[in-house]
């Protein structure tokens, strides 16, 4: 039997993530007199996409954008990442960046490098730039650091394997302890958690299929917030569309608006319409705009595409080193440095993703609550709003306030040790180290990726092929739970990330089946049309009593409609029941 921790952990509110969103939660729930654990897969000094920086953050400044938030909202919106937004959130959001943006300058990270608030990249030619360049290399020790002081406390290597929910609502949550060889559970009582485990990658095979962890965002988020919302009953939100990202030619690095470049075919010319030459300012929004352009032009042979910045002003080359290098760009800029690569000769080749799950997952209200009490979630997972990382930072921070404010109003912690829950995971976990032999996790990875780029990928998908796809699915789960085994704690740590996968893996499956249409990158072979009716409509996908369940619902634009949606929408206490795993 695996080991189980003595000390079960005690706390107002537990942040399942030390990443932006969830230190950036921990800090807003502190401040309202919380008493906070942040539990932590990794370190949370080196953690999560933005373990080594970022160097954009999305801001409205009235001193800089003028006392109108609308056209700033508007370009949020038409911006990469705006696609799925209940615009209340995304209002909140720009109402409280700048507040945020001063928190993290009071931290100690550089949010004027130039000495004055100034905007640049992810932008189009006459329009507002939104985006705040900032310095983030150390912005994680810096949230850190403002954590602790706030008395919150940080374990790391504790991965949350699950939060229990009982009655609809949150008793605890049951963490993996990674922190030596020998893996032990370890248990919390809380009432509250603020899911912040990030993105979902490691889905489908990278372009380099054997190199599972070359991933352009944290390898290590594999979609905990999105399944553990699903096992739980919170809905899920636009699950069914595959988000794809570009960059740098099979060394997969995000931060593609950082070049100061122009996108161009062979000959030198530009791809995109935006741009004729390198603009420190602007970027080429090209690539954000028409990010298929990369795979495009190989598939009609009118390739490759590159990032050209051979023209470039020397002065601004030296500007995106700087802010490569800021942005947590090292290993990139390191390697190119290694290997004699000098962008003012040399083009990069860029190339289109695989697919991953950014701004798609749980449904939050404008205090980032889930539909089942004392269940919050923020940052990149959320599905109905995405702003990266202004976005995790500010309504992590939302979370954190919300979850330490509902306290009061939330039911007391339960004993999570005498939940079906625990026993359910204590045995299959047992299970995994007891075998003298069986598959490796990595065996389930791979089958996973296979089976979403074979029958769920952003090519084509169809009736027939979903659902043959979920059927291997439910295959693979089972298979894997009687197969796999586990030698020690790290082992048990990614196979409980593959059990993460397969869930959000299932809830893709049963979205993409619902959506019967084809819109952007969900492409139906057997629904080849966007159907205008469907338009400002997002599907939600919840587990109601263990099975799958979907919805339609009109994407909301004001209060009134956000208000009576989430009145209408949350459940009888009693009707969501005990976290289901999809594995179970
Ligand atoms: C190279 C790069 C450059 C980028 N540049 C920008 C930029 O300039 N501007 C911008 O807006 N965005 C940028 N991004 C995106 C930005 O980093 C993310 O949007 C942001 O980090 C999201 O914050 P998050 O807290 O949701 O997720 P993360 O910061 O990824 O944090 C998630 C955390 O959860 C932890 N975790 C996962 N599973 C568990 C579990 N089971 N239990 C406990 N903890 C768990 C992870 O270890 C991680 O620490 C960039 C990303 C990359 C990779």
Not at 162 to 177: M, Q
Not at 362 to 378: F, K, N, S, W
């Amino acid at each position: 039997m695996i080991e189980i921790d003595p000390g079960v952990l005690q706390c107002d509110v537990l942040v399942a993530g030390g990443g932006m969103a969830g230190l950036m939660a921990a800090i807003g729930a502190a401040r309202q007199g919380a008493k906070v654990v942040v539990a932590e897969k990794a370190h949370a000094l080196r953690s999560g996409s933005g373990a080594t920086g970022n160097d954009h953050f999305m801001c409205y400044i009235p001193e800089k954008h003028g006392p109108d938030i609308e056209p700033i909202l508007k370009e949020l919106l038409a911006s990469q990442i705006g696609g799925f937004h209940d615009t209340p959130l995304s209002r909140k959001f720009l109402e409280q960046s700048f507040d945020r943006a001063r928190d993290w300058e009071s931290f100690g990270i550089d949010m004027r490098p130039t000495g004055e608030w100034s905007f640049c990249g992810h932008a189009f030619p006459g329009r507002p730039r939104i985006w705040l360049k900032y310095a983030g290399s150390n912005q994680k020790l810096a949230l850190t650091r403002a954590a602790k002081k706030l008395g919150v406390r940080t374990v790391n290597y504790l991965p949350i394997v699950d939060v229990v929910v009982e009655k609809g609502r949150v008793i605890g949550a049951i963490g993996l302890d990674v922190s030596s060889v020998q893996p032990r559970l370890r248990l919390v009582r809380t009432a509250a958690v603020v899911l912040a485990g990030g993105s979902a990658i490691r889905l489908y095979p990278s372009p380099a299929p054997s190199l599972l962890f070359n991933t352009a965002w944290c390898p290590a988020c594999t979609g905990n917030t999105q399944a553990i919302a699903w096992r739980s009953g919170a809905k899920l939100a636009n699950m069914e569309f595959p988000n794809l990202h570009a960059g740098v030619k099979y060394l997969e690095r995000a931060g593609k608006a950082t070049f100061i470049g122009v996108i161009t075919g062979p000959d030198g010319k530009p791809l995109g319409p935006f741009i004729t030459k390198a603009d420190k300012w602007l970027g080429d929004i090209t690539a954000d705009v028409w990010n298929s352009v990369f795979g495009d032009v190989m598939k009609s042979g009118e390739g490759p595409a590159y990032m050209d910045c051979t023209a470039t002003d020397p002065a601004d080359i030296e500007y995106m080193m700087w802010g490569l290098k800021e942005e947590g760009n090292t290993a990139l800029v390191n390697l190119m440095g290694k290997e004699g690569v000098d962008l003012r000769r040399h083009r990069l080749e860029f190339m289109q993703y695989q697919p991953f799950l950014i701004g798609r997952g749980p449904e939050i209200d404008l205090h980032a609550r889930t539909r089942v009490q004392g269940l919050y979630a923020a940052g990149d997972a959320v599905g109905n709003f995405r702003a990266d990382m202004a976005g995790a930072a500010t309504f992590g921070h939302i979370a954190g306030e919300a979850a330490a404010r509902d306290l009061r109003a939330l039911s007391p912690a339960e004993r999570v040790e005498d939940s079906a829950l625990f026993e359910l995971r204590r045995s299959q976990f047992s299970a995994f180290l007891a075998r003298a032999e069986g598959a490796a996790w990595k065996e389930a990875n791979f089958m996973v990726q296979q089976i979403m780029r074979d029958y769920a990928n952003a090519e084509v998908r169809s009736e027939t092929l979903l659902s043959a796809g979920l059927k291997y699915l439910g295959d693979l789960g089972r298979r894997a739970m009687d197969t796999v085994r586990c030698a020690n704690a790290h082992e048990l740590m990614r196979m409980a990330e593959v059990m993460e996968l397969m869930d959000c893996a299932e809830a893709i499956f049963v979205s993409a089946l619902a959506r019967r249409e084809t819109r952007g990158t969900h492409r139906r072979s057997d629904y080849r049309f966007t159907n205008p009716l469907l338009a400002d409509k997002f599907l939600t996908a919840w587990r109601e009593s263990g099975r799958p369940t979907v919805s339609l619902r009109p994407r909301i634009t004001d209060i009134a409609g956000h208000d009576a949606y989430f009145a209408s929408h949350r459940p009888p206490a009693r009707v969501v029941t005990e976290s289901q795993p999809a594995t179970a």
